[in-house]
């Protein structure tokens, strides 16, 4: 992948920091001012320039930059964030600009790592005709693609998980019947961003369940308090974020923390759910200081959480970080190898990313997908309430472990077929059945939903309508067994329908933007074109729906400056 950088991406960030950290150059007040606009509106008193030249292969891990600025808190009440305090006029506000300006910190050098993965493409079905995958339920590539476009900032392209986007809405599907803790639903229609193509549509829905009939809960908050996490979108959030977990405790839970920095500490040790006074005091004295010994926390964690350990309930750390881990083990290979053995002892683990300038998102990735747990990314208030408030059941309480998906496409009727997004979760045909393999794992109420770009044969529609297409297999483990169950939906001819869901279109529009962020080579749709299809279309149901919207509407103002060239704004790590 040809890496390319811009002084215009440099001067968008410096520009947007000098006027406020978190306003957003698309708001209502300033809809008419593009991206170019705001550097004559708002110059920046540093400005940054960095030379990239080197080559980032797939899989690799790399850098975003941005400006060399660094400013600090004279006020200790700027530590505060304000739920009530709007930026941006009609979407998820992220912080107040007058009480962020003066705490957010951005080092010298932008140290924002992400895994560089290569689009899927099409796969001849005569060659391979399944396809497998684990289902994924995360969204932090969408929260964090946010906090970057909300900064008029171009997104790394390797920033974007198309799954990821897809997954951050909620979608109407059927719930599972009887004691089934996940069912399956699949659609065809055909395919916006492909005339020539047919868009298929699987469809996981995990059970829901009422936060009061659930299992106790034993967590365990893991924070990172290093010295990174100094400003005012990393530890202040966190506190007010986790804060917002304690409240829906009860007495038969038990709450620990333990932090690291340069070295690990337990702040508190199985508190009840109810003693909210002594959690949030204990929270409240918190401070950010020092090195990162992540690997240190999170075995104390591990320990804790095993000590306080409840047979039958749901045991659970959730780790609050930038990523930053500087101290013992701390590259993906490490770290991954690390949580794999940990897993086996019945724990889970869910990861919060925050902050802006050295995320290490693909660390935080790692740690959750082989933690049995699920990661999100919090930019913003508004955002913690949806991951611990409305959505707190599936963050923490899983019905159904290693769920997978297979697409068994007929040769016959289908030439060839294409999975949107899940590039780095794909799996060998052989895993599917195999139950040591790990995989994704979902929560209660949650969806999990998968495109595939599938080209038919000259007479794939024309055959008989009871034919079968396509396969569709979920295999799935209930959280306390090692053994699989498997449940299957066969597509036909004749469930083709000219006219997709709300489901279906609102799936195939999150993933165009996706498309488009990543500069797909399958996809030539403009957020302008994906935004006028959306709104036509009447699927804008709910405010995270509008603040999709929202987002196409400030990229369309953003990348209007880019040259024709994309830039990529990343560099490779060693």
């Known amino acids: 992948m040809k890496q390319r950088y811009i002084k215009i991406c440099a001067l968008l960030m410096s520009a947007a920091i000098t006027a406020g950290s978190f306003s957003a150059c698309g708001s209502k007040e300033t809809e008419t001012m593009g991206a170019a606009d705001k550097l004559t509106a708002a110059p920046s008193t540093t ?73 899927n493409g099409m796969i001849n079905t005569r060659n391979q005709p399944v396809s497998t995958f684990s289902t994924d339920v995360d969204t932090a590539s969408y929260a964090n693609t946010r906090r970057l476009l909300k900064a008029c900032s171009f997104v790394p392209e390797s920033a974007v998980r198309a799954e990821e986007f897809i997954n951050y809405f909620s979608y109407d599907y059927a719930q599972p019947e009887g004691d089934a803790p996940i069912a399956l639903t699949t659609e065809l229609s055909d395919c916006p961003w492909n005339d020539k193509a047919k868009l298929l549509m699987v469809g996981v829905q995990a059970k829901e369940q009422k936060l009061e009939k659930r299992l106790p809960m034993n967590i365990v908050l893991l924070i990172d308090v290093s010295g990174s996490m100094a400003s005012i979108d990393k530890l202040p959030l966190v506190k007010q974020s986790v804060k917002m977990l304690t409240e829906r405790l009860d007495e038969n839970d038990r709450i620990s923390i333990v932090t690291y920095s340069g070295a690990e500490k337990v702040v508190l040790d199985s508190a009840k759910g109810t003693d909210r006074e002594l959690v949030e005091r204990s ?88 933690g049995n747990g699920n990661y999100s990314y919090i930019d913003c208030i508004e955002e913690a309430e949806k991951v611990l408030g409305t959505e707190l059941a599936s963050t923490l309480v899983t019905v159904a472990k290693d769920v997978k998906a297979q697409v068994e496409f007929d040769p016959a009727a289908v030439e060839s077929y294409r999975l949107v997004g899940y590039e780095n979760r794909m799996l060998s045909e052989e895993d599917f059945t195999d139950d040591t393999k790990d995989a994704g794992d979902m929560g209660a109420g949650h969806s999990s939903t998968a495109l595939y770009e599938v080209i038919l044969t000259d007479g794939g529609m024309e055959s008989d309508k009871s034919d079968a297409l396509m396969t569709v297999k979920l295999r799935y483990k209930l959280p306390d067994s090692d053994t699989s169950s498997e449940i299957a939906s066969t597509v036909r001819s004749g469930d083709y329908r000219s006219q997709p869901s709300p489901n279906l279109a609102f799936a195939s529009a999150a993933a165009e933007f996706a498309m488009y962020l990543r500069g797909s080579e399958f996809s030539t749709l403009t957020p302008a074109q994906i935004k006028e299809s959306v709104n036509s279309s009447g699927i804008i149901t709910d405010k995270y729906r509008e603040g999709f919207v929202e987002l196409l509407t400030l990229a369309e103002s953003i990348y209007k400056y880019r040259p024709d060239d994309r830039p990529v704004d990343i560099i490779e790590i060693e």
Request: a negative charge; proline letters at 4%; aromatic letters at 4%.
């Open 283 to 370: 929270l409240d004295e918190l401070t950010a200081y020092g090195g990162t010994a992540g690997e240190a926390g999170i075995n104390m964690a591990y320990a804790l959480a095993e000590k306080n350990f409840i047979e039958g309930g749901n045991n659970r750390i959730v780790m609050a970080t930038d990523g930053d881990l500087n101290v013992g083990l701390s590259s993906v290979e490490e770290l991954t190898e690390l949580i794999e053995k940990k897993r086996e002892g019945g724990v889970f683990l869910s990861v919060l990313g925050f902050g802006t300038g050295n995320l290490k998102d693909n660390r935080l990735e790692a740690l959750a997908d082989n």
């Open 47 to 119: 400005t940054a320039e960095t030379s990239l030249s080197s080559q980032a292969e797939p899989g690799s891990a790399v850098t975003s930059p941005v400006p060399e600025t660094t400013t600090t808190a004279a006020d200790p009440a700027a530590n505060e964030i304000s739920r009530d305090n709007k930026v941006y006029e009609g979407a998820e506000a992220c912080m107040d600009t007058e009480a962020a300006a003066p705490m957010m910190v951005y080092p010298d050098v932008n140290t924002e790592e992400y895994t560089v993965l290569g689009e």
